[in-house]
């Protein structure tokens, strides 16, 4: 049984027990001498009151070290806290009391007895320290000062507590009292709580007076800005409710809401809106009538209205297909791409012939240059219909489609109905640029937004975010374009009708050069045309040895630094017109050769020549082995892909099994260690078809045999021997050509794909269908 016995005599003759039931406080602390009623609502802090009760009524109130402390103990209270009467507890419907209290005196925890609820300690009571009688009570009125200035402009001091400040007669109390009242932070009430020497309370208190003070002051500079403002405002209000009345005597249109609100009723008259657009448009119509033209509220419904009555509601006009004159406009518009522009004149005549044709969807892909964005400004002339573009490359947020709510704050529709506003047509042609690079994000996914507007089965009833009404898309023709389908999710593709666009040779690289290219580029440079010759040997060097890729963007950067270097002699009078470019001259302008004649570098055992796709159109790539004396290995450089490096040990693992046959010693493999690159270095590779290309460098390194001069090749090797299909076969011929490769191995499965690719591009050209790799070896080998 705890000793109840020890008990100190306080003012009022009453016994303080110095063992205490403790009540934790996660708020701020109680200081001694008040009458407070407190709720209890936690079962912990009722038990402990309970058994208080049966005991003495006194309770121990003290502050918790940590705040949101939700199980406390004994060890995470503060060391002293107020000793408190319990005068009168009320159990509550909720199960809760409310205790009316009266506290008493500070104590310090001299040990805890029962750590967990309910806590009980072993206390000491502590008295209040007077050294110096008269510098308190200098304080004491000073406080007490302050405190009247405070409450006198602060209306939340009642009178109440005024007197009861001045009623008190005790410096200590009244330290306490202002302390409870004041906004002070919990761990300075228990700084306050816990100082017995009575003038540094005072002192203490005297500072969180003047802290309270400056932030008086500065609550009342604040509030006198905002009055301002306020008057401001309603001053300006009068004045123009006064400039609306006198407009009104005058017979002048009163304010710009009102001539909005006609200009927008009389186009809703116009505009052919039925069903749920028509409602939804009516609603907001009213709601627009009845707002304040001050509101924010009023900003966002007027220009909901004005994108609403700006787009295109009425049937577009029947279509007329010329397929002459399209064709007409495609071939002065682009040289080559004869398959590219037969696919396109079909699709037309599909739509000539089939009346109610609605839009559709068309995806061009090829390599950067080759002319996407131009052919789809070709369609739209050779359709008669307006053309826009946007680029959604990069694009994360699914809003920049289908628009945002309007909740938001700068709220606007998507890209497809900003083109339609800016258009005027129902019927446009849409350019969806780099629709290969959309991007991801948790903002959305756009390309799933860009599902419901290609799709004709969703389009026709459109929804956007921003609008929230239907409108149809079904008219609109969609042109994509994209370096390549890999990225492309599939939902996406099956939506669309895919054109490939393969790029240039040498020789339409020359003919667009002189027909396109040279005339535009003189033009920019101020220069005129007739006074600048280019040879055909000139053109041809310039796309041999600066400009080998796909298409022609790099070759009219090229024509454009000649024709600035021109520029510059001619202002300088380092030169006179006319000017003739020799191909010996070019590197005057151009600097350099970029690129060498890979063809020729295939010279010595283990050297081949593999023909290869990537985003950029097609290329050749050089495939280098060696054999370094040593333990048996294989190493493989040149940034290969997972696939690429597979392909390579199937070859590896090949040629060791056949290298018997052709000659090779049994050991050859188990003393060399073979290393197997393909530059250049710095790029990434990847892809099954250069196996066959690098079994032969293997084989050519093994029998010392070199490859034959100016064969490419291409195919998937198997394990055992055989020649798979590849994909990519008129993007690899067109590189082969650019190349000056003469003969082309390629799998005997992709026969087929031979027919796509134009007799101007084979020509010249020794094209070998293979089975197997020793085809390839007899084909490409020297004796």
């Known amino acids: 049984m705890a000793d109840t016995s020890i008990k100190e005599l306080v003012p009022g003759d009453e016994l303080l027990p110095h063992r205490l039931h403790v009540i934790p406080l996660s708020g701020a602390p109680i200081f001694p001498g008040l009458f407070t009623p407190i709720m209890i609502s936690s079962p912990e802090d009722i038990r402990t009151i309970k058994a208080a009760l049966e005991e003495t009524s006194f309770i121990g109130l003290i502050m918790l070290q940590e705040e949101d402390n939700e199980n406390p103990a004994g060890d995470d209270l503060c060391s002293v806290g107020t000793a408190a009467k319990v005068v009168k507890s009320i159990n509550l419907p909720d199960g809760g009391m409310n205790l009316f209290i009266s506290t008493v005196k500070r104590f310090r925890i001299r040990k805890i007895l029962h750590n967990e609820s309910p806590i009980v300690a072993a206390v000491d009571y502590l008295e209040d320290q007077h050294p110096d009688p008269v510098e308190e009570q200098a304080l004491t009125r000073s406080l007490i000062a302050e405190m009247k200035q405070i409450s006198e402009n602060n209306p939340l001091f009642s009178e109440e507590m005024r007197l009861n400040m001045v009623n008190i007669n005790q410096p200590g109390k009244i330290a306490d009292f202002i302390t409870s009242i004041l906004h002070i932070n919990r761990n300075d009430q228990q700084d306050v709580l816990e100082t017995l020497d009575i003038r540094s309370r005072l002192e203490k208190v005297l500072m969180f007076i003047k802290k309270e003070q400056e932030v008086l002051r500065i609550q009342k500079r604040i509030q006198?800005?905002?009055?301002?403002?306020?008057?401001?405002?309603?001053r300006e209000y009068f004045l123009r409710e006064e400039l609306k009345a006198i407009k009104q005597e005058l017979g002048i249109p009163t304010d710009s809401k009102g001539s909005d609100q006609q200009r927008f009723q009389e186009a809703f008259e116009k505009t052919p809106l039925d069903g749920e657009a028509r409602e939804t448009v009516q609603r907001e119509l009213e709601k627009f009538s009845l707002m304040d033209s001050n509101s924010s509220e009023f900003i966002v419904t007027r220009n909901y209205l004005e994108t609403v009555f700006s787009l295109p509601w009425d049937d577009p006009e029947a279509e007329t297909?010329?397929?002459?004159?399209s064709r007409e406009i495609l071939d002065s518009d682009?040289?080559?791409?004869d398959d590219v522009k037969e696919r396109i004149l079909e699709f037309l005549a599909v739509r000539k012939l089939q009346k109610d044709a609605k839009g559709g969807n068309i995806i061009l892909v090829g390599p950067p240059g080759v002319g996407k964005t131009s052919i789809g400004?070709?369609?739209?002339?050779?359709?008669?219909?307006?053309?826009?573009?946007f680029s959604v490359g990069g694009m994360r947020d699914e809003a920049e489609i289908k628009g945002h709510r309007r909740t938001y704050v700068g709220a606007m529709p998507g890209k497809i109905i900003q083109g339609l506003k800016i258009v005027h047509s129902k019927a446009p042609v849409f350019m969806i640029d780099e629709i290969d690079k959309l991007g991801m994000s948790y903002q959305g996914d756009p390309s799933s937004a860009l599902l419901e507007?290609?799709?004709p089965e969703q389009?026709?009833?459109?929804?956007?975010?921003?609008?929230d009404i239907p409108f149809d898309l079904s008219n609109i023709l969609f042109i994509a374009t994209a370096n390549s389908l890999d990225n492309i999710p599939r939902p996406l593709l099956d939506r669309m009708e895919v054109i490939r666009l393969s790029g240039y040779i040498e020789q339409e690289k020359v003919e667009i050069a002189k027909k396109y290219i040279i005339p535009k580029s003189a033009r920019k440079a101020g220069l005129t045309r007739s006074k600048i010759r280019y040879p055909k040997k000139t053109l041809q060097a310039i796309a041999e040895k600066y400009a080998r890729e796909a298409g022609m963007r790099n070759y009219e950067k090229l024509i454009n630094k000649i024709h600035r270097k021109i520029a510059l002699q001619l202002v300088e009078e380092k030169t006179e017109l006319p000017i003739k470019i020799e191909p010996e001259t070019l590197s005057d302008y151009l600097g350099k050769p970029?690129?060498?004649?890979?063809?020729?570098?295939v010279s010595s055992p283990g050297m081949a020549i593999g023909l290869a796709w990537t985003n950029f159109g097609g290329d050749t790539l050089v495939i280098e082995a060696i054999a370094n004396p040593g333990k048996s290995g294989f190493t493989l450089t040149g940034q290969m892909g997972k696939v690429m490096q597979e392909s390579a040990g199937i070859a590896y693992s090949y040629v060791r099994s056949i290298a018997g046959e052709y000659g090779v010693s049994t050991d050859y493999f188990e003393k060399h260690h073979i290393h197997l690159h393909i530059p250049a270095g710095a790029t990434p590779k990847d892809g099954p078809s250069a196996g066959i290309t690098m079994a032969l460098a293997l084989l050519s390194l093994a029998t010392g045999r070199i490859v034959k001069k100016r064969v490419g090749m291409t195919g998937e090797l198997s394990l055992v021997g055989q020649?798979?299909?590849?994909?990519g076969l008129k993007e690899k011929v067109i590189a082969a050509r650019r190349n000056g490769i003469k003969t082309i191995l390629f799998p005997d499965q992709n026969l087929k794909d031979l027919d796509e690719i134009p007799d101007y591009v084979q020509k010249g050209i020794s094209f070998h269908p293979v089975r197997r790799m020793q085809e390839v070896l007899e084909l490409a080998l020297a004796k």
């Not at 400004?377 to 573009?389: D, P, Q, W």
């Not at 020649?723 to 994909?727: A, D």
């Open 321 to 325: 297909i010329d397929i002459g004159k």
């Open 377 to 389: 400004k070709s369609v739209a002339r050779a359709l008669g219909k307006e053309f826009f573009r």
């Open 334 to 337: 682009h040289y080559g791409l």
């Open 453 to 455: 507007v290609l799709d």
């Open 594 to 601: 970029v690129f060498e004649d890979d063809v020729k570098r």
């Open 723 to 727: 020649v798979l299909p590849i994909g």
């Open 459 to 467: 389009n026709v009833q459109f929804r956007d975010h921003y609008l």
């Open 224 to 234: 006198g800005q905002i009055n301002e403002k306020i008057e401001k405002s309603q």
